[in-house]
């Protein structure tokens, strides 16, 4: 029963044997139950306090309607409840199942209900991350340190700042840390990785703070995960659910896992000199195995022992290939059913011209999907301007698609004059597939748009001279106004003219 406030319970007593009211008519003016008004007069007649009451404070008519309980001479033996807080962090394992343990070892122990009051009033004093109770391999908490670690390059002195990833398990508090250069997505997702080796398994969920690396756009409720960081939780088979914004306790273990690695790894460390992530993490592990080791105040064991315990039966196996960090870029396939990655470009079938695709790439790897579907692959290649092309992803007789073609450009090229057609059939025969010319005649049959058609005919018949038929060159001449210069017209460089330092042919003689 709730207990009410003194100046409702002084109400209730006045009602009763002042105003004459029935306990019904009491509980409809107070607005509140008639049991409770049953139950304080009866605690009032208990009490032997008569009416009026006495001049009494409050506090003094509390502690006559509240008695206190007299002490059982019954001794009831309790749990280790520290003990029973771990034990419910093993997958199953409930409080009902706890008691009839507990009480089939004591059958003189306390009852169910009292068995839970006892639990839940031991677990109000303990630290409040410690308070959470997590299940064995179910979630890892990861998250940045707050303080960096200072790495020495020898050769010039200069310091730079290395940054401490945190990653916690949730059951047993095993900690994992280690140094990277930066957040960037390839050290986040890298550190992630090594953590769940260091584990010697996956858990079932991923716990990160809404770091710009791991979660693309912030949400309360769904948050945009990076594309990369999706492909390595798929990788690996773990869910990933970031924190909320503004709730702390969603991320309480992250935040304790960072206090105690600033506390002690980072301070203890921060006399030393480090000239390498190498050296600085070879001292951090030294250090970890050491908090890990350390025993818990309020809880039996260690992080360690736990760990073994607990946490480590619980963690799926590790895949059997290692995560190779890949990104992924949107693209839409050009005329010459070609996508453009890093100045490179890689076919895919031709049936998707002007569609978006999805392209991830890693150092070694292109891959291409179309609506979740892979459409091609291709070996990384690094030379711009090229293009790597599949035999099976032209269509027959080389026609790209049905609104272009070799004969469509050259028709295009005749309209502007002799001189942008012999360009365009220049460019044309410089590719072992005219379909890999496509993008370059495109571009320079739109410059005549922006500049004119006289200009680009007049810039085509310069290239050609020049043998400089690349749209980049015309592009130049065009912007340069070199194609209104004739060529026995251009302004002498600056090195052809006398000049002081310049010693000449006849300073060798």
């Given at each position: 029963?709730e207990?009410l ?8 007593l ?11 008519k ?19 007649a208990?009490?032997?306090?008569g009416?009026?009451?006495?001049p ?34 093993r ?17 003189e ?18 630290d409040?991350?410690?308070r ?8 890892l ?14 050769a ?8 401490i990833?945190?990653?916690v ?18 050290d ?6 090594r ?16 770091l710009k ?22 990788h ?6 970031p ?7 969603d ?16 301070a ?8 390498s ?6 001292a951090?592990r ?5 908090l ?17 315990a ?16 890949a ?18 470009y ?12 999805e ?20 070996r ?6 090229h ?12 026609q790209?698609y ?32 005219p379909?890999?010319?496509y993008r370059?005649?495109?571009?320079i ?13 007049a ?9 400089t ?18 060529l026995?017209e251009?302004?002498e460089?600056?090195?052809?003219r ?5 010693r ?6």
């Amino acid at each position: 029963m709730e207990r009410l406030s003194m100046r409702k319970i002084r109400d209730i007593l006045r009602l009763s044997f002042e105003a004459k009211l029935s306990a019904r008519k009491i509980s409809q003016s107070l607005q509140i139950g008639r049991a409770t008004v049953s139950d304080y007069l009866n605690r009032h007649a208990a009490s032997g306090l008569g009416w009026p009451l006495p001049p009494i404070s409050d506090t003094a008519l509390e502690q006559c309607l509240f008695p206190p309980a007299e002490p059982s001479s019954v001794q009831r033996p309790l749990p280790d409840w520290g003990q029973v807080h771990q034990e419910l962090r093993r997958p199953g394992v409930t409080l009902q199942l706890l008691w009839i343990e507990y009480k089939s070892r004591c059958p003189e122990g306390l009852q169910y209900s009292a068995f839970c009051n006892h639990y839940r009033a031991w677990r109000g004093q303990v630290d409040r991350v410690m308070r959470q109770t997590h299940r064995a391999g179910e979630k890892l908490f990861v998250d940045y340190a707050g303080q960096t670690l200072p790495i020495i390059d020898r050769a010039t002195g200069e310091i730079r700042p290395a940054q401490i990833f945190v990653a916690v398990l949730g059951a047993s508090s095993y900690t994992f840390a280690e140094t990277t250069w930066t957040q960037g997505l390839s050290d986040w997702l890298g550190s992630h990785a090594r953590a769940f080796r260091f584990f010697g398994g996956v858990p079932e969920v991923v716990v990160p703070d809404n770091l710009k690396s791991g979660v693309s756009k912030a949400h309360r409720y769904e948050p945009d995960l990076n594309p990369s960081y999706r492909d390595l939780a798929e990788h690996y088979g773990v869910a990933v659910v970031p924190a909320r914004v503004r709730k702390p306790r969603d991320k309480a273990k992250a935040e304790a896992g960072v206090l105690l690695v600033e506390r002690w790894i980072l301070a203890v460390l921060r006399d030393r000199q480090f000239f390498s992530l190498e050296e600085a993490n070879q001292a951090i592990r030294a250090l970890l195995d050491a908090l890990n080791a350390r025993a818990f105040k309020k809880l039996p064991g260690s992080r360690r022992s736990q760990f073994e315990a607990i946490d480590r039966p619980a963690l799926r196996p590790l895949p059997a290939t290692d995560y190779v960090f890949a990104q992924w870029k949107l693209a839409r396939v050009h005329v010459d059913y070609h996508v453009e990655l890093a100045g490179h470009y890689y076919s895919v079938p031709h049936a998707l011209v002007k569609q978006q695709v999805e392209l991830r790439y890693t150092d070694q790897t292109v891959e291409c999907f179309h609506k979740g579907q892979r459409v091609a692959s291709h070996r990384r290649a690094h030379l711009k301007g090229h293009h790597t092309t599949l035999a099976e992803h032209m269509p027959k007789a080389h026609q790209a698609y049905a609104d272009w073609s070799p004969e469509r450009f050259r028709r295009w090229a005749q309209t502007f004059g002799p001189a942008t057609a012999g360009l365009i059939e220049r460019a044309l025969q410089q590719r072992a597939h005219p379909q890999q010319a496509y993008r370059s005649c495109f571009g320079i049959l739109r410059l005549g748009k922006d500049y004119g058609p006289e200009r680009l005919e007049a810039a085509c018949a310069r290239a050609l001279r020049l043998n400089t038929c690349s749209y980049r060159s015309l592009e130049s001449i065009l912007q340069k106004g070199l194609d209104q210069v004739t060529l026995s017209e251009q302004p002498e460089r600056p090195l052809d003219r006398p000049h002081a330092n310049l010693r000449g042919t006849d300073y060798y003689h």
